[in-house]
């Protein structure tokens, strides 16, 4: 029945309700996934059957209590979740063998059910799974997983302490994951890790397999065959090694999308030094120079950290010029706040919060007339979207330039009736801080 016996424990799943308890089960199944349990589809293959209910009219609690006792039935280990699980005592009357019951968005108190009546499985990939999830329902975009854990130390963070060190994912089994992505409809697929240019880095590069041919287990091999499948690749949290100039080719050619995530955190020596980053400011600057004469439409995203311990005004200004420099398209900024058990808060020289506030209102200030410059050049030029979604105005969509959830949109009004996924060219003809506005040339 379960791991014990050294086979994948299984758990059926059957999902009533409206949209917001979908959500519940593609939590719960995303879960479940990520600690390695197998979901089947039938009675019979399952060693526990969850049963995610609704309770919010009487036909929906009639379906609930038949779907429970056909699962009691055909495979007697039934565990009740969902709006019904809130009535327990409705349903323990009815069905008084169910495992478990426990209410609606109760993701810990359903597992700890599946715990309990099926012992996780031991696996070391199973944290795996993408952190999009298991998706019920259709999107057009995906991330895409490539490893887990981090083999660097910077002082701020936690992660490795957390994670573990790098593991990279089995090229192959990426690979595979990308194709049955784009095979189910996603359209644009963003690479994510902790570090995507390490990738392979823990398993020296080795070659894996796909489609038969020998595939290196390394960030350029990666994103260029991931360019072969046809969709958008955008590629995330790539730390500044040199290996990054690897894939500008790759996008200078257009089989990636020219859009780099670089953290880059600080620009002052001293501060990257503190942060254990890579320190050699002049000498990122002279390659962003290099990857935009290699690749001009580039559009650079990046973070920072500021009153980090020791940041003096002088460390401060440094950064503030290199932005001008820089010239970067898309900038987060964060104060410094001491995450329990980084090894930076043992460092002297806190700064105090009214000026961490102030600095980070400044650099805002700095980076947003720069970040708009770069939006209003844009104005008359043709530039190719993507649609995500549909408002009163009109469609809401992406240019190249932008990660979904964390960039600009590009606004299409008086656009209606285009399906999330639909890729057109678009002209635009205004742009604001973050945000462009357009009008269609021609759909694809
Ligand atoms: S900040 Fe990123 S690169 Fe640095 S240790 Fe954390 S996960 Fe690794």
């Known amino acids: 029945m379960t791991s014990m016996t050294g086979r994948v424990p299984k758990v059926g799943f059957v999902s009533l309700g409206c949209p917001k308890a979908t959500v519940d089960s593609e939590r719960i199944l995303t879960q479940l996934r990520a600690e390695g349990y197998g979901i089947v589809g039938s009675y019979a ?5 969850v049963v995610n209910t609704c309770g919010f009219i009487d036909a929906a609690v009639e379906e609930s209590l038949d779907a429970i006792g056909e699962a009691l039935a055909e495979n007697g280990r039934v565990i009740v979740t969902g709006c ?21 968005q109760a ?24 952190p999009g999830g298991i998706k019920l329902t259709p999107r057009h975009y995906a991330y895409l997983k490539i490893s887990e854990g981090c083999n660097h130390r910077c002082t701020f963070c936690i992660i490795p302490s957390l994670r573990g060190d790098l593991v990279s994912r089995p090229v192959g089994d990426v690979m595979r994951e990308a194709e049955a992505l784009v095979r189910a409809g996603v359209r644009e697929l963003l690479v994510v890790s902790q570090d995507t240019s390490a990738y392979g880095v823990d398993v020296k590069y080795r070659p894996g397999f796909w489609n038969g041919r020998p595939l290196k287990t390394r960030m350029a091999d990666l994103a260029g065959a991931l360019g072969s499948l046809g969709v958008w690749v955008r590629l995330h949290y790539v730390y500044p090694y040199p290996s990054v100039d690897d894939v500008i080719p790759l996008m200078a050619e257009g089989r990636v999308l020219p859009y780099l995530d670089i953290p880059f955190q600080h620009a ?3 501060i ?14 002279d390659r962003i120079a290099a990857w935009r004469q290699a690749v001009p439409d580039l559009t650079l995203r990046s973070t920072f950290i500021v009153g980090f311990p020791g940041e003096t005004e002088a460390d401060f200004e440094t950064l503030l010029e290199f932005l001008q420099v820089a010239q970067l398209d898309r900038v987060g900024c964060f104060t410094y706040s001491p995450v329990e058990g980084a090894a930076a808060n043992a460092l002297p020289g806190a700064v105090p919060e009214a000026v961490k506030a102030e600095r980070l209102e400044r650099f805002m200030a700095v980076q947003a007339e720069i970040s708009a410059r770069r939006l209003a050049a844009k104005v008359g030029r043709e530039i190719e979207v993507i649609v995500d979604a549909e408002d009163e105005a009109g469609s809401v969509a992406r240019s190249r330039a932008d990660a979904p959830e964390i960039d600009g949109v590009v606004y299409l009004d008086g656009v209606h009736g285009l399906a999330p996924g639909t890729q057109l060219t678009v002209r635009v003809e205004d742009a604001g801080e973050h945000d462009l506005w357009g009008s269609p040339v021609m759909v694809r």
Do not use: F, N, W
């Not at 293959?45 to 059957?49: F, R, Y």
């Not at 699980?85 to 019951?101: F, S, T, Y």
């Open 45 to 49: 293959d399952a060693d526990v059957v």
């Open 84 to 104: 019904l699980g809130a009535k327990a005592e409705l349903i323990r009357a009815a069905h008084p063998k169910v495992l478990a019951v426990t209410g609606p």
């Open 107 to 130: 993701l810990d108190a359903v597992m700890q059910a599946v715990h309990t009546a099926l012992p996780r499985p031991h696996d070391p990939y199973t944290d795996l799974v993408p």
């Open 268 to 270: 002052s020596e001293r």
């Open 272 to 285: 990257l030094r503190l942060m254990k980053r890579p320190g050699a400011v002049e000498k990122t600057l």
